[in-house]
Structure formats: C-alpha cells, structure tokens
C-alpha cells in the first residue's frame, strides 16, 4: 500500500499569518443569543482586536435585555477588554436591537483599545533625562 504525497506550491498565502484568538467570554443575561450569532461575535471580535492580540490578556461580553418585555432602547452590550501591563477598557453601547448594540460596542472597543495602545508606545522611554535636561542639569 502506498501513499501520494503531493507537493505544495511555493506560493505564500496572503493574510494575517500567525493571528493568536483573543480569549473571550461571552455572557448572556434576558435574552437569547444563539450558538451562531456566539460564533460570528466572537469572529467579529478576532477581527477587530486580533491586530492588538498581544496586548490582549483576556476579554469579557455581556449582553443583557435591560428592560425585559416592556420593550424600548433596552438591549445593552458592555465589552470589557483587560490588556497587559495598561489599564483595562470598558465599552459600553445601548440600542433598540440587539445586533446594533453589538456591532456598536465592537467599533467603539476597537478605537479605545487602539487609542490605549498607542498612548502606550507615545511615551518616551527615558523620561529621567528629559526631565534633567529641561530643568538645565545635563548639558551637551
């Protein structure tokens, strides 16, 4: 019995290579969510804040019918987004249907979580001798 190997092309795939999952837990309180619509969140989720994956540590979503049947802007999505060594990210988004809180609470996540992010790679490494060199202590 023999077997076929076939040899792969040299082409590379294009794409995120190597994209690490964000660890999510995905809470649901007065309403339903089903197995699908947990699939696609956590996809869409992976979409928007794999590129920040590495500062990620964890992530946390709850969806909850505010009001109950009594109806009205009443479904809440709250994503809380814990990074590594910087303070962790709330976002919050309230809507009368379920799905534009969500997609309203994953855009917002994104920007806070970029502008966190980033104000981390902003500060200077050495803030010591700037500080010294402003009060006229090092010259050069």
């Not at 696609?40 to 804040?49: A, N, S, V």
């Amino acid at each position: 019995m023999s077997q076929v190997v076939r040899a792969q092309s040299g082409k590379q795939k294009t794409g995120r290579a190597g994209a690490r999952i964000v660890p999510t837990h995905i809470r649901v309180l007065g309403t339903r969510v089903t197995e699908e619509e947990r699939a696609r969140l956590r996809r869409d989720l992976d979409r928007k804040l794999g590129k920040f994956a590495s500062a990620v540590e964890r992530v946390s979503i709850r969806v909850k019918d505010v009001n109950g049947p009594r109806g009205g802007i009443d479904q809440l999505c709250r994503i809380k987004v814990v990074l590594r060594n910087r303070p962790s990210v709330v976002f919050e988004r309230q809507d009368a249907s379920l799905d534009a809180a969500i997609k309203g609470a994953l855009d917002g996540v994104e920007r806070a979580v970029r502008r966190t992010v980033q104000r981390r790679r902003m500060k200077p490494i050495k803030q010591e001798t700037r500080s010294r060199t402003r009060a006229g202590e090092i010259e050069t």
